[in-house]
Structure formats: structure tokens, C-alpha cells
């Protein structure tokens, strides 16, 4: 159980079950290990809390446009990032990577699909993350599992692993630096796709879809080139793209304190993100975090995974959504390959019996994760891809859209899932194994997965 914090003043009175962004309080918290100084706590809230917002209610309302129109299957969601973000990783070489391959991606899907697709990073604030356990035994001294940077560090000491409120503000500062740098990367021709070529990446070659690729960058310089013929000015969007940043809600401390409401709207919003999602293993209906995002207004999303009872999940989706809002839940399978079969279709027919418009997103990630015989942690792309293609083959046969795909990744050139063209094996893992927690594609099996998926969709959806 997490350590309470005291309700929120407020002027008025205060009206019995109203909502406000501490009354998860009195509910029952999961994921969330007790801070041992609750006045250190306190303070870092209310420090964090007077602190300016992230990120507007404007743009989470932009988004929850386009995700509305996911929904009705004009487009599609391309949600991707590391598993958790750490602090040394807010650098500029790997921000830049991290929205290369996320906009690399998101072009050989608009390229190859013809549809619109909403990018949405794991970035800017996924510093938490949830464990199977609570405690591990290092050199025999059991101490409390890392979390992420967000509440402990990685240090495997009992000391360093004891949750520190004073993260909370790293992790603001390290958030908004973040989306500084962003923003002016997305602002200022980072995207130009007048020079798509510049993006390449040299060991791309090596990859059998590697002409492919590169039939498609002439394509995008062709219809550029004739974009510029007929106009007299050149357009904003070849130059400027749309970035969104999503992380867990998983630190309710952390969330709540930088949600507030805005003049001239009504409800309150998280603005330390676009949206937020919830956990699969927070996601019990009279929990702390379903309490929590019940009053928000961003966009959420909602991780549904074994063992599940479809319809709790019903009664999740009602809670969060109840006006049945377009854009408003963005529902993240991730069974593994082993059990969608079995549990998807059941899933979709209750979802669209209760007539829920959702943006209906295959997590083949976390339901593939395996161990190798030497005890690493890591994934298998073809199990990755295999979930991939049985969820749109489930979605086509229940004659409903599968709008997006959520992707642990990164723009590096990690070696942590086994498998992709160049048949990354067992032994080369440890060659540049950097995750502090789950296994990421790299770069180049991101561009490979992206025109994957890009045919699986075409298969099911393009007349």
C-alpha cells in the first residue's frame, strides 16, 4: 500500500465521492512502494506541483482528434519508445534517435499504407515501471527491485533502491528538456522530406527490404519534387511533423501533481503527457490508478493482457469512458502469440457489443518476453511478428479495425531481441545489451517491423 498524501485544498466545499486528483487516496494502490519520509514526500508533491504544466490541453485535444478518427479507421496509431526511460538517457543523440526511427517508421507506413498515422513516443516521462515482484536478492542481500528512475535507481544496493520523492523533480526537468528538444527537432525541419535519403543509416544496407526502402525514398522525392513544381511556396507539413508523448500512469504521486485545470474548460487534465496509459497490472476496477484516470481528460489507453476477465474489462472501459467519447480509450492487447487466438475474439465481440468506440492497438511485446538459457532477458522478432499478424487476421475475421501498434524500440543499434533479417542469435545479444529492464527492437528491425506491418494491413484492410 502506497503512503497517503493529504487531499487536495480546494475553495468550495468538497462534495462526498467528487473527484479530484488525490481522491485515488482512499482506494487500494498496485505497483506503487510506500516513500519512507512523507514530509520529503509532501514537499516534492507541492513543489511539483506549482511547477508550470509540460504540455497544453490543446494538444491533448488535437490528439484525441486524430485518435477519434483511428477509431473510425482513417488512419493509424504508431505508438513506440523505450520500455523506461532513464535519466542519463535525456542526451541529444538519443532523443534524435528516438524520434528518427519513430518518423522513419511512421513514412514507410504512410507510404505504403496511403493512411494517415498519429506518432506517439514512450518518451518525456516513461521513467516507471511495473515489477513482477517486490523485492530481488543481490550477493544475498534482498532489497526492494529497481522500478525505475522515477522512484529508486538501479544501483543494486538496499539503500539506492529505497523510493526518493526528489526523482519526481528529476524526472520533470529531465520530461521537459526532453520535449524542448523535441519540439525544435519536429519544428524546424528535423522531418524535411525533401531529403529523406539523409536518414539512412549505412548497416540498413545489409537488410533484404533494403531496396525496397529505397525504391520508396525516390517515390517520396518524386511526389515532393512535383509538389514543388506546381506551387509557388513550399508546404509547412513536408517540414514539420506532429509528436505526441505518452507514458504509464504508474507513479499516481507524480501524475497527480501536474494535473490541473485550464481556463475556459471544464475537468481537469494530466498535462505531464498526451496520454497515459493503464498498466495490466493496475488495472483493477476499484484500484487507485482506475480512480485516478477516471477524471482526467487526456486520452488513455489501457494495456489488456493474461489473466484478464473480459468483463471487468467492460466495466474499465465504462468507468473511464462513460460518455462513450470518441478518441478517448485506446484499448492495448498483448497476449502473446501463444494465446490471442484464444482470448481476442471473445474480446472484440463484448467491446463492440457494448458499442465502446475504441482504438483497438496489438502490444506484441510484453506477451513474447522469454529468458535464454544464460538467464537474458529478451524477445524473438518472429514471435513478435507472428502475435502481429494473427491480431489482424482476428480483427479482419471479426470484421473490426485494428488501428495501431504499441513497440518497445529504440534508435540505437541495441542487440536485445533475437531474431529480423540479419538473424540476430542468443550469442550476439551481449555484444550492446543496454536495457535496464525489457528488451527493445533496434533500429533497423524497427524499419523492418514497420514495413511488416505496413503489409499486414494491406492485406486486411486496402481494396
Known amino acids: 500500500m502506497a503512503t497517503k498524501l493529504t487531499p487536495l485544498k480546494r475553495s468550495g466545499k468538497l462534495e462526498k465521492n467528487e473527484w479530484h486528483p488525490l481522491s485515488w487516496n482512499d482506494f487500494e494502490v498496485n505497483q506503487l512502494p510506500p516513500y519512507p519520509d512523507t514530509e520529503k514526500l509532501q514537499d516534492v508533491y507541492e513543489r511539483l506541483r506549482a511547477l508550470p504544466p509540460l504540455i497544453t490541453s490543446w494538444e491533448i485535444e488535437a490528439l484525441k482528434e486524430k485518435l477519434a478518427d483511428v477509431a473510425s479507421g482513417n488512419g493509424f496509431l504508431l505508438q513506440g519508445g523505450d520500455c523506461a526511460e532513464t535519466f542519463d538517457g535525456c542526451n541529444a543523440p538519443k532523443i534524435v534517435n528516438h524520434l528518427k526511427i519513430l518518423l522513419q517508421m511512421s513514412f514507410i507506413m504512410i507510404h505504403e499504407m496511403g493512411t494517415p498515422v498519429v506518432r506517439i513516443g514512450r518518451i518525456a516521462g516513461q521513467y516507471a515501471k511495473p515489477r513482477s515482484k517486490d523485492t530481488e536478492v543481490v550477493d544475498g542481500v534482498e532489497m526492494l527491485n529497481y522500478r525505475g528512475d522515477l522512484i ?102 507524480y501524475d497527480s501533481a501536474q494535473t490541473k485545470q485550464v481556463p475556459r474548460k471544464s475537468g481537469w487534465f494530466n498535462l505531464s503527457a498526451h496520454m497515459v496509459w493503464l498498466g495490466n497490472r493496475t488495472r483493477g476496477l476499484d484500484n487507485a490508478h482506475v480512480e485516478y484516470l477516471s477524471g482526467i481528460k487526456n486520452p488513455i489507453g489501457i494495456k489488456v493482457g493474461p489473466p484478464f476477465d473480459r468483463d471487468d474489462i467492460l466495466r474499465v472501459i465504462e468507468r473511464l469512458n462513460p460518455t462513450h467519447e470518441a478518441g478517448k480509450i485506446v484499448l492495448i492487447t498483448r497476449f502473446g502469440v501463444k494465446e490471442v487466438e484464444k482470448d481476442l475474439p471473445g474480446l472484440i465481440r463484448a467491446v463492440n457489443r457494448e458499442g465502446f468506440p475504441v482504438v483497438w492497438s496489438c502490444d506484441p511485446m510484453h506477451g513474447n518476453t522469454f529468458a535464454t538459457s544464460n538467464n537474458v532477458k529478451t524477445r524473438n522478432f518472429d514471435d513478435i511478428l507472428d502475435e502481429l499478424r ?55 528491425q524497427g524499419l523492418e517491423m514497420a514495413f511488416l506491418v505496413a503489409r499486414e494491413w494491406n492485406a486486411s484492410y486496402k481494396s
Open 390 to 444: 494473427a491480431t489482424f487476421n482476428i480483427h479482419r475475421a471479426e470484421a473490426n479495425y485494428l488501428g495501431g501498434v504499441h513497440l518497445e524500440l529504440t534508435g540505437d543499434n541495441v542487440t536485445e531481441c533475437v531474431g529480423g533479417a540479419n538473424g540476430l542469435n542468443e550469442s550476439g545479444l551481449g555484444r550492446n545489451y543496454e536495457t535496464y529492464c525489457d528488451p527493445r527492437l533496434n533500429y533497423e
Open 152 to 253: 529508486n535507481s538501479f544501483e543494486p544496493n538496499a539503500e539506492a533502491r529505497q523510493p526518493d520523492p526528489e526523482r519526481m523533480i528529476t524526472a520533470y526537468n529531465k520530461a521537459a528538456l526532453t520535449l524542448n528538444f523535441l519540439r525544435a527537432l519536429s519544428d524546424e525541419g528535423f522531418a524535411d522530406l525533401q531529403h529523406p535519403e539523409q536518414w539512412e543509416l549505412d548497416f540498413m544496407k545489409n537488410n533484404s527490404y533494403y531496396k525496397e526502402y529505397e525504391e520508396m525514398v525516390r517515390s517520396i522525392n518524386k511526389a515532393v519534387s512535383f509538389m514543388d513544381t506546381i506551387t509557388p511556396n513550399q508546404f509547412n507539413t513536408l517540414h514539420k511533423v506532429d509528436m505526441y508523448t505518452s507514458h504509464e500512469a504508474l507513479n499516481l504521486y
